[in-house]
């Protein structure tokens, strides 16, 4: 039987921004009971910053600007990856992985596009890639991916993974404001960044959806893979029509597998704002807060919430894979790995079935309906609702449609033509409806 290993591990900490601090606190605020659930003294050999004059709380000795030392050392075993962007953290990784340090990451959009490569480098090396922070912070979500459902078979990953836009479109909702008020008011109270792009265009989400499938569905999936819209072109009217609708809007990731019309399975990992019923379990979650919610063939409903970022809840999950990592590096065993066996292919947006909302300005006048519905008819589209606000301003009207499950090519053609037709002053707004059995 093989010896624990009985030595201090030693621990190179890459980034002290935010999550950064939060690990030092917590590493050396809780030593003595990391050590007894670890089964060794876990040590912070050093940690690498941009600039070393800025006081960071800590012994000035522990912090380098060269990163690339660091991990070389012969005394460190762990690398744990908070500093963020692509380049030269993946190299950094890449470095640690192939000398058989283990890494502990959170950047979601790394490994987006690079955890296959990553991956390999883990599985050649021995080492342990963990990254449990990189899709809802303090929620674990990714372990139980990997492990606890490793025996089911995972149908849906569908969530609201970015807190930003859920405390935006919250607010809408709640106080009836419109987008560029709640922008604001989230820039003031910091959970939205000076430049928030990436957060209310998807981008962020559309990493986190790429991650999640990967792990569901045993698929390499990448965020260009991900069909993604934002949520900039929400207005309040969307939000009162949804709630006229019996719906609230959410900004939803949404990984699926699914059998296509020939018999063959596929993935859909898509992120864009759409209608959700009041009655199913993400519509509740509001502010700031995430959710993510699991369909699994044997365990059935899942769903986990919590705090989806900032320092401490991020470390949170950050610290949850050091002690794994670092107990595996006690009793010589090996983490979750790579499984990506199933290599499903990724389907267009255009072949997923969908719901949609369709929200028009059209002319107020007999025969405009069966116009109108003569479309969705020309591209097999069958209708659910119909909705028709008259009187407006230049004797128009506005009309909302949700439709039942289509091809989502289907529908987007419908909407095309649905802009060209006479009576159809403009087509307003356009939201896929989700969390439906329909």
């Known amino acids: 039987m093989t010896e624990p290993v009985k030595r201090e591990l030693g621990v190179a900490l890459l980034g002290m921004g935010t999550v950064g601090t939060e690990v030092t606190r917590i590493l050396i605020d809780n030593a003595d009971d990391l050590t007894a659930r670890v089964g060794a003294p876990l040590a912070i050999r050093g940690i690498a910053v941009r600039d070393l004059d800025k006081d960071r709380g800590v012994d000035p000795a522990l912090l380098t600007t060269d990163a690339e030392s660091l991990i070389d050392r012969d005394d460190v075993d762990i690398v744990v990856e908070v500093m963020g962007g692509i380049e030269p953290t993946r190299s950094h990784m890449l470095r640690a992985?192939?000398?058989?340090?283990?890494?502990?990451?959170?950047?979601?959009?790394?490994l987006a596009e690079y955890t296959g490569e990553l991956a390999d480098a883990a599985n050649?090396?021995?080492?342990?890639?963990?990254?449990?922070?990189?899709?809802?912070?303090?929620?674990?979500?990714?372990?139980?991916?990997?492990?606890?459902?490793?025996?089911?078979?995972?149908?849906?990953?569908?969530?609201?993974?970015?807190?930003?836009?859920n405390y935006i479109l919250s607010n809408m909702a709640e106080h009836g404001l419109d987008y560029d008020t709640v922008l604001a008011e989230a820039g003031r109270l910091g959970y939205a960044e000076a430049d928030p792009t990436a957060d209310v265009e998807g981008y962020d989400a559309a990493s986190k959806a790429a991650i999640l499938a990967s792990i569901a569905f045993h698929t390499r999936v990448?965020?260009?893979?991900?069909?993604?819209?934002?949520?900039?072109?929400?207005?309040?009217?969307?939000?009162?029509?949804?709630?006229a609708f019996d719906c609230t809007i959410k900004l939803l990731a949404i990984c699926e597998r699914f059998t296509d019309s020939e018999g063959a399975q596929r993935v859909s990992a898509r992120v864009y704002p759409a209608l959700v019923p009041l009655k199913h379990p993400l519509a509740s979650v509001d502010g700031a807060y995430n959710a993510v919610f699991v369909e699994a063939e044997n365990a059935g409903?899942?769903?986990?919430?919590?705090?989806?970022?900032?320092?401490?809840?991020?470390?949170?999950?950050?610290?949850?894979?050091?002690?794994?990592?670092?107990?595996?590096?006690?009793?010589?065993?090996?983490?979750p790995l790579d499984s990506v066996y199933a290599?499903?292919?990724?389907?267009?947006?255009?072949?997923?079935?969908?719901?949609?909302?369709?929200?028009?300005?059209?002319?107020?006048?007999?025969?405009?309906?069966?116009?109108?519905?003569?479309?969705?008819?020309?591209?097999?589209?069958?209708?659910?609702?119909?909705?028709?606000?008259?009187?407006?301003?230049?004797?128009?009207?506005?009309?909302v449609i949700l439709t039942h499950k289509a091809p989502d090519a289907a529908l987007s053609a419908t909407v095309e033509a649905l802009k060209n037709l006479d009576v159809v002053t403009a087509v307003s707004s356009v939201l896929r409806l989700e969390g439906t059995n329909d």
């Open 222 to 243: 990448k965020a260009d893979d991900v069909h993604r819209e934002g949520i900039t072109g929400v207005s309040a009217s969307d939000i009162e029509a949804a709630k």
């Open 97 to 110: 992985l192939q000398a058989g340090k283990s890494v502990v990451t959170a950047n979601k959009a790394l």
């Open 301 to 335: 409903r899942l769903m986990f919430y919590g705090a989806g970022a900032g320092g401490a809840p991020t470390a949170s999950a950050v610290m949850g894979d050091l002690v794994a990592a670092a107990r595996n590096k006690v009793h010589r065993g090996r983490g």
């Open 124 to 165: 050649r090396n021995r080492a342990d890639l963990y990254f449990e922070a990189a899709v809802a912070g303090a929620i674990p979500v990714i372990r139980p991916l990997q492990q606890s459902l490793a025996g089911d078979s995972v149908e849906l990953v569908a969530g609201i993974v970015n807190g930003t836009t």
């Open 343 to 399: 290599n499903l292919p990724v389907a267009p947006i255009g072949d997923v079935l969908t719901r949609y909302y369709v929200a028009m300005e059209v002319s107020d006048r007999p025969g405009v309906l069966s116009s109108v519905a003569n479309e969705f008819s020309a591209r097999n589209v069958s209708i659910s609702t119909v909705r028709q606000q008259a009187d407006l301003p230049g004797a128009g009207a506005r009309l």
